[in-house]
């Protein structure tokens, strides 16, 4: 077929005006004299009627295509409504698929195909099956990964949440995931984004029920249901589940070089461990929407409750202690109560305001005891309360002569009362705020180079009992280039400077034993890291092929690191930020589609390097890659992914973990989705190493997890609608909660 894109249709001749309805948002390259607008009014469609469906005719006679096939291609943005050449248009009997990659600017809009919808039965698991460059995705986990080992921050629909919500979502409901590998002005702040773009209604409602179930004893399962009701104008959502794990197995493994004033080494062998995870979760939602204004109103609680116990064996050489068993028990639980509000407008043309304010109050405790032979046990039981308010807005503005501004304000505070009892006793309070301003200023040249410049600042208050108050102030600025090569090519570069701020954990003045020799304190001495990111790269996206080339330099100052140092006989385990920590990478991720989409291949590969300066300086070389497949025929879908074993550097320590081979079959009819799935099928154990050389203190630890090892999975799920015509519907985020408590 000549210069042009196939795109799948049905023509029954009693559907004609609805087909020409579709044809005017498309140019037929070589056969339709010059580009088609966008027509809204039904007599200019009817006007237009005989020019296209003749056209149209014209075409599939040119390329011997019968009655069933046309030629379309996306080629022009339609004026101010950018869904339009994103959309997936089904009107009457027809149904047209276009490029399920276009380049737009600042980002990448990827559309998934019907093959990928029917293959998935979450979010998470539609994006795995996208295969989208630079992504690397954890269904089972549900972690979502850039290439460089980041995690891209998650929005539906505009509005921040994470990747347990848009796991949530139903395949079917989402329409395109948009990509910003870089920073953007639609979303200051951020250093990549993954925003979630869902189907809209009107009236109807939907039910939707899942469980996963492990078909071996080590792990529980995940089990959830929601449902909702739209309207009109009002919607309600309400959901709820639980998440199960139990993890046995040997448990960690350490050989630990103690150079205090009577130096020794201690090796701790294995016995066995008992872990469980109940997370229960509940949540409702009412949403308003008319055609300027979407809002949302979010109420949750959460509970996750965590006990374990394990036990090792202990040798001392010289024998500074006794060798004996020593027994570990712990329990970590938090509660958690939430409240999110979100609003989006437009108060008039060319003028957005979004604004977002959440509410979280929890509760947590963490109970720990040590018991190692005749010596007396190590006791530390914690409670906290934590009240998180964070809030953000946002207005941004186009101007004439393609220039456009952005204001972003970010606030957050914490207030943090938490105390200690047992061997070590102690009580602090601790509050934490920052305020963020980042204006932005964009302007786009010939309508292929768009350059933005976002001069950002960043305060930061936090106040410790007995401390004080420390007040800090950090540039935040942020310079970006894109520049588009046709439709479906673009290059982009960014700089930007940005800060971490250290955990409450870190900051915390207490002192908690964790053993006869060993104790952690925090350190409030600690300063912000600066970090200056650097990030350049190509993307194509082709019919059938989608490439990305990338590369980026890192630098944090002031690094967060771990520090031991020796007080007699006694290793404390505390806090510095201290030298710098440089983080190097370049490589390459594409997918090919095959046989219509019904084949496709994924894959990346990437140079890192790192290195760390100042007290317990290190380097490190390594190769990160991954390698995926996936299968569709007709109501059946078969998905593999294998990503190697891979040893980092970060923190001042290397860890190397077990790598990932994934086997999936699906089954679709309907409502009704079954997977069975496998990981790691010849590796009977998931083993992490970690070992590094701080002087005073030696350690190489390894920790066997049989959870995370050789499993193998029943999932299923059934959804239905009711009722349905046009919605507006975000899945529902869950507040795992956070806890500030100092934890061994």
């Not at 930061?460 to 310079?479: A, C, D, H, W």
């Not at 007699?568 to 806090?575: D, I, L, Q, R, Y």
Request: aromatic share 10%; charged share 20%; hydrophobic share 35%.
């Amino acid at each position: 077929m000549p210069m042009g894109m196939l795109a799948k249709a049905s023509l029954p001749c009693m559907h004609h005006r609805r087909l020409c309805q579709f044809f005017v948002l498309y140019r037929i390259r070589g056969l339709l004299p010059g580009k088609l607008t966008f027509i809204n009014s039904i007599k200019q469609t009817r006007i237009m009627e005989k020019e296209i469906l003749a056209s149209v005719a014209l075409a599939c006679c040119c390329a011997g295509a019968s009655a069933q096939t046309a030629l379309a291609d996306s080629t022009q943005t339609a004026p101010s409504a950018s869904d339009s050449i994103y959309r997936q248009m089904e009107l009457g009997g027809v149904t047209v698929e276009g490029r399920t990659a276009i380049q737009k600017g600042d980002h990448t809009a990827y559309m998934p195909t019907r093959s990928q919808v029917s293959a998935s039965s979450t979010g998470l698991g539609l994006l795995a099956n996208m295969m989208i460059p630079k992504l690397i995705v954890d269904r089972l986990g549900g972690t979502v990964k850039n290439a460089n080992n980041t995690a891209p921050t998650i929005y539906i629909d505009n509005r921040k949440t994470d990747a347990a919500e848009a796991n949530r979502l139903r395949p079917k409901d989402i329409v395109r995931v948009e990509y910003y590998d870089g920073p953007s002005a639609s979303f200051p702040g951020e250093h990549s984004v993954l925003n979630f773009i869902t189907r809209k209604y009107e009236r109807g409602g939907y039910v939707d029920l899942r469980a996963l179930s492990m078909l071996t004893d080590r792990y529980g399962g995940d089990f959830g249901a929601q449902a909702g009701a739209d309207m009109g104008r009002l919607s309600l959502s309400v959901m709820g589940g639980a998440s199960l794990v139990d993890d046995d197995g040997p448990g960690a493994s350490a050989t630990e070089h103690y150079a205090l004033a009577t130096p020794f080494t201690k090796v701790s062998t294995a016995i066995d461990r008992l872990s469980k995870m109940r997370f229960y979760y509940g949540k409702v939602r009412m949403a308003y929407r008319t055609g300027k204004t979407s809002a949302y109103a979010d109420l949750g609680m959460s509970l996750n409750d965590s006990p374990a116990d394990s036990r090792t064996s202990v040798d001392y050489s010289p024998q500074a202690y006794p060798g004996a068993v020593a027994a570990t028990a712990t329990r970590s639980r938090d509660a958690v109560a939430a409240a999110t509000l979100f609003v989006e407008t437009k108060p008039r043309e060319g003028h957005t305001l979004r604004a977002q304010a959440s509410y979280h109050h929890g509760y947590n405790t963490y109970d720990r005891t040590y018991a190692e032979g005749g010596l007396a046990p190590v006791v530390s039981d914690a409670n906290e309360r934590r009240n998180t308010l964070e809030a953000q807005l946002k207005y941004a503005v186009d101007l004439r002569h393609n220039n456009a501004i952005t204001l972003f304000l970010w606030g957050y505070n914490i207030w943090q009362h938490a105390t200690y009892a047992g061997t070590s006793g102690a009580e602090q309070e601790v509050q934490d705020g920052g305020l963020q301003l980042l204006p932005t200023y964009t302007h786009t040249f010939a309508g292929k180079l768009s350059v933005s410049l976002q001069p950002g600042i960043y305060f930061e208050r936090y106040s410790i009992r007995g401390y004080g108050t420390v007040f800090k102030v950090q540039g935040r600025p942020t310079l970006t280039a894109n520049y588009a090569i046709g439709d479906n090519q673009s290059v982009y570069a960014d700089w930007s400077m940005g800060t971490s701020v250290p955990t409450m954990s870190a900051y915390n003045n207490t002192e908690q034993r964790v053993d006869h020799h060993t104790v952690k304190r925090g350190n409030p001495e600690l300063d912000i890291t600066k970090m200056h990111f650097v990030n350049a790269g190509y993307n194509l996206s082709a019919r059938g092929f989608n490439l990305s080339v990338f590369g980026k330099y890192n630098i944090f100052a002031d690094m967060l690191k771990s520090y031991y140092k020796a007080e007699g006989n006694t290793m404390v385990s505390t806090f510095v930020t201290d030298g710098d920590y440089h983080d190097l990478m370049a490589g390459a991720n594409a997918t090919l589609g095959l046989f219509g989409q019904s084949l496709q291949l994924s894959g990346g590969v990437s140079y890192c390097r790192q290195w760390v300066t100042g007290v317990n300086s290190a380097c490190h070389d390594f190769v990160r890659s991954s390698l995926s497949a996936s299968y569709s025929l007709g109501q059946f879908a078969f998905f593999a992914q294998f990503q190697p074993r891979v040893t980092e550097l970060y923190d001042s320590n290397f860890s190397e973990t077990t790598g990932q081979l994934v086997f999936l079959a699906s089954w679709r009819h309907k409502g009704l989705y079954m997977e069975l799935g496998c990981r790691n099928p010849f590796e009977r154990d998931y083993v992490s190493h970690e070992w590094f050389d701080f002087g005073v203190y030696r350690y190489d630890r390894s920790d066997v997890s049989r959870a995370n090892g050789r499993m193998a999975w029943l999932q299923l799920s059934y959804s239905f609608d009711f009722g349905r015509k046009k919605v507006e519907r975000t899945e529902l985020e869950v507040d795992r909660g956070s806890s500030g408590i100092m934890k061994m």
